[in-house]
């Protein structure tokens, strides 16, 4: 297990009760994509969302759990080590996040602090991470307020997720039911989240998860509700955005019922992403090298039923999609030349799997 150059580690989080496997660790072959399953954690429920530290080898890991001197189960945040030569996790500690549910997770790239966002109750949350790795206890936390035009998805308050951008000192929160985009700027010192502003979407499109360029000042947003992806600006000096193209992720004679869910960009820019649950696949598009606006290219089956999260490895070669209803995960290989995914044959199983993370050395 020595040899990294012929292997990356995949980590999977997924729905799952308490006792049965619920964060998965695989090895992937960096030539062929095949998974080898390495390890499983199965003593929190509904781990769905993880973020790395690649650097000190750290998982952190939304679910639900029962903290110690209590007796109702809360929405947590959990901190592990792992070895990579084994892919083992070992438990170092979790807290009460916000809400009784959370749906996302993001380390800040500094490592100083995690963001926990809670779609079912309408808050985001700011943890602390200390120099061992370990979680500290909430230190603030905050709710939005509006509403938007879906009669049932947008009648309040549904952050989805959010993202530390070090570049600007923000942190952006998609909020698919009021459609705008949150911004804050972290107080680490006081570990606070100082509101900085918004920039509003098109009504209806459900702002979900976000992508950002690797060298524009460049950011994608997907529409769970309306099926778009929308390419944003963001000015150089201030980090705030502005929306400059929208486009459907959906072949243009589609019919069906179908929400998206993840949206990402290769290492070197060229190439975006986006998953579609109910058309069960994969939209490709190339990214303008000058304004990183998106073209179609090609709209791929995922091979199994919801892609909820996907993923690409750090060096841009391989796509894993992990299937919330079939609970297949899907290797595929991207074409260098057309960004296209191309199927290796490769599975593996998680079930009800809906995160896919990998660790870069």
Known sequence: MANHANRQIVFIGSYAEPGNPGIYVYSMNNETGELTLLDSYSDTKNPSFLDVDHENKRLYAIGEAVLPGEQESKAVASAFSFDPETGKLSFINRQATVGTGTCHIQLDPLKRFVVATSYRNGLIGMLPVREDGSLGVLADSHAHEGSSVHPERQTRSYPHSAYVNDRYNLVYVPDLGIDRI?????????????????????????????????????????????????????????????????????????????????????????????????????????????????????????????????????????????????GNLVVFKIDSETGVPQDTGYRAEADRGVCVRFWKE
Request: glycine share 8%.
């Open 182 to 326: 949150k911004v804050y700027t972290p107080d680490v010192e006081a570990m606070k989240l100082i509101p900085a502003g918004e920039t509003v979407v098109a009504a209806g499109s459900g702002p979900r998860h976000m992508a950002f360029h690797p060298q524009l000042p460049v950011a994608y947003v997907i529409g769970e509700l309306d099926c778009t992806i929308t390419v944003l600006n963001q000015d150089t000096e201030s980090g705030r955005l502005a929306a400059a193209q929208a486009i459907s992720t959906l072949p243009g004679d589609f019919q069906g019922e179908n929400t998206c869910a993840e949206v990402a960009i290769t290492p070197d820019g060229r190439f975006v992403y986006g998953s579609n649950r109910g058309h069960d696949s994969i939209a490709v598009y190339a990214a303008d090298a000058a304004t990183g606006q998106l073209t179609l290219i090609d709209i791929v089956p995922s091979l199994g039923a919801v892609p909820r999260n996907f993923s690409l490895s750090p060096d841009g070669r391989f796509l894993i999609a992990a299937h919330q209803d079939t």
